[in-house]
């Protein structure tokens, strides 16, 4: 047997974490109903998109900042599923992170952990980092994988939100007029661009969820949940030229500020989102993509 790695140090690159799917037409029962949902290993994985982040923390005070690093989708569209998944664990061996998703640990991971062991991949960071009680697998470990749709309801205790919902109620874009139910026939009429491009809006969704969450529990303070705000504008507009999709993301989150002001430290309003549409891109904040 191998030893767990024994890893006490907190994790301190953030990483948001979506992936689309299709059902696998070869183990997808032939019996089973059409309006039931599949298991997990019957997705095939077709886009994974992570937002990346740096975090710093006070000495002092314990606050939390952030920096994003990027915002982007793994591999190429033409990269078959083997080759997405084991560039993915490439990319999560590389560092310790923290990771962050919405109905990950009931959708999401089991589906890229189960597709793994259908190709055949290993990934012993996930298995072997943390100790006994704080590790990925560990429900209420938030430090290695936070799953926020299971946090924010009280692990259950409440009604759990869509990121949709969830998105709205922070002011953030949501789905923008795509939807995961979408994926299949953009898949089949070979449009995987507007599939990468949707989970990066999703992931991005997902971080301005996290920064509220992350201020809501005293993680980051006002100024350092702004400044993530501030940085995350940045990003965007500044990507925006080369994925227009981003760039709409942005304006949708600013016109939104007019219901539910983007910044927590400061006052933001209608006038402020107004300013803030015409305001010079260098004055505001960002994300990147590869």
């Known amino acids: 047997m191998r030893r767990r790695v024994d890893e006490e140090a907190c994790n301190d690159t953030l990483m948001m974490l979506d992936i689309e799917t299709v059902p696998d037409p070869v183990l997808m029962p032939a019996d089973w109903a059409a309006d039931r949902f599949p298991k997990a290993p019957w997705h095939q994985v077709v886009a994974i998109s ?14 939390e900042t952030y920096a994003l690093r990027s915002c982007r989708s793994g591999g190429e569209p033409g990269w078959d599923e083997a080759r997405l998944l084991r560039a993915f664990w490439r990319l999560f061996e590389s560092e310790r992170y923290r990771l962050v998703t919405w109905n990950g640990r009931a959708f999401d991971m089991p589906v890229v952990l189960a597709r793994s062991l259908m190709h055949g ?3 012993p960071s996930w298995f072997l ?3 006994r009680w704080a590790n990925y697998g560990q429900r209420h470990a938030q430090e290695w994988h936070l799953d ?14 869509t990121l949709e919902e969830a998105s709205a109620a922070v002011g953030a874009p949501g789905k923008m007029g795509e939807h995961g139910s979408c994926v299949g026939d953009l898949v ?13 809006t999703d992931v991005a969704n997902l971080y301005v969820v996290f920064l509220r969450w992350a201020h809501l529990t005293g993680r980051t ?4 949940h702004d ?3 501030d940085g995350l504008l940045r990003y965007l507009e500044a990507e925006g030229t080369a994925r227009p ?3 709409a993301f942005a304006r949708e989150w600013v016109r939104n500020g007019r219901r539910v002001p983007m910044c927590v430290g400061r006052t933001t309003g209608a006038s402020d989102a107004e300013a803030s549409e015409g305001a010079d891109p260098g004055d505001r904040g960002g994300l990147s993509g590869a």
């Open 221 to 224: 303070n006002a100024a350092g």
């Open 227 to 229: 400044a993530a705000v």
């Open 188 to 200: 089949a009429r070979g449009e995987l661009g507007r599939v990468r491009a949707y989970c990066e």
């Open 50 to 63: 992570v937002v990346e982040v740096s975090v710093e923390r006070d000495p002092a005070t314990g606050f």
């Open 245 to 247: 999709h981003l760039a």
């Open 148 to 161: 926020l749709m299971d946090t924010i309801s009280s692990f259950g205790a409440s009604p759990r939100l």
């Open 121 to 123: 991949l290993a990934a």
């Open 129 to 131: 980092r943390g100790t």
